[in-house]
């Protein structure tokens, strides 16, 4: 949470600091009324916008999925969240929404179709951990102040940029390059901390951090063979699924949208035999089947 607070600090000193070098303190003015009109906008909107981008569909109490996230809310002691199905025969997942009241968590059909029970169960759980923690909160805003820097530095030559910047031409060149530049890798580095701490809770959410480090380790292979053509032409949502699917990076690059597999996979196996499974205490109002034969493997 330290290093995601000064991260966001980072990106909120840019952000001033970019408009305030770009049009002098007019800019400033300029920068955060457009951060305060492009963040409200994102905060009502972002998770439709984004289920609409991937024509997600609503699924209902009945289905197998609903089912399981339903449980799993439980452990994870949150509001029951609406779930979404994506047609994408490449396995992801992604959890949206303002807060835990009104969140989200959508799978694709590939995950359902090629993944376990137990690995979808550790997913999902890994889904549900984002909500809890208000990562979707938190990465709507990182991305709202780095499309607002970008917004802010390309305005800057129609608003008074040339007269009123303190950097001269060159300045204000390098500037337009070197701002937007720096707000996508804090926004990143948000972005890849976050996933770790998701990681763990969800471990504890679901009970068993081997079933998240095995579908971490499928939906990687499963995501360099299989396009996810939506998301290709969508890249800035690339942070929101489990798994990067552009193809990740092979290791923690600046560039990298998600820690490398490898070391997600590394610390879910260093918690075996330290994890305490969440438990909730409320009473289900969906027919429980138990966690073990809700989660089993199917055979076959």
């Known amino acids: ?161 040339r007269r009123n910047n303190n950097m001269g031409f060159i300045g204000l060149i390098a500037m337009m390059i070197l701002a937007p530049l720096a707000a996508s890798l804090i926004q990143m580095a948000i972005s890849r901390s976050r996933e770790y701490i998701a990681d763990r809770l969800g471990a504890e959410i679901c009970g068993n951090p081997l079933w998240l480090a095995s579908a971490l380790t499928s939906i990687q292979g499963f995501a360099t063979k299989i396009d996810n053509h939506k998301a290709e032409r969508n890249p800035s949502t690339a942070h929101m699924f489990i798994i990067n699917p552009l193809h990740a990076h092979a290791h923690d690059k600046l560039f990298s949208t998600h820690p490398t597999t490898i070391n997600r996979v590394a610390a879910l196996e260093a918690m075996v035999g330290k994890l305490e499974p969440i438990e909730s205490t409320r009473q289900s109002s969906i027919p429980k089947t138990g966690r073990k034969r809700c989660l089993k493997k199917p055979s076959g």
């Open 1 to 161: 949470m330290i290093k995601t607070a000064m991260l966001m600090a980072a990106m909120t000193a840019l952000f001033g600091f970019a408009g305030t070098m770009l049009a002098g303190f007019e800019g400033l003015l300029i920068a955060i009324l457009l951060a305060i009109i492009m963040n409200l906008f994102a905060w009502y909107n972002s998770d439709k916008m984004v289920l609409r981008m991937y024509d997600a569909k609503e699924v209902s109490r009945g289905h197998p999925l609903y089912e399981m996230v339903a449980n799993l809310s439980l452990n994870a002691q949150l509001p029951m969240p609406k779930v979404y199905e994506i047609q994408s025969d490449q396995p992801n997942a992604f959890a949206t929404g303002r807060n835990p009241e009104n969140a989200a968590v959508a799978a694709t059909t590939g995950l359902l179709k090629r993944l376990g029970q137990n690995e979808i169960a550790a997913v999902m759980a890994h889904e549900l951990a984002h909500i809890k923690n208000r990562d979707t909160t938190i990465m709507v805003v990182a991305a709202t102040f780095a499309g607002a820097i970008s917004m802010l530095v390309n305005f800057a030559m129609f608003f008074g940029g």
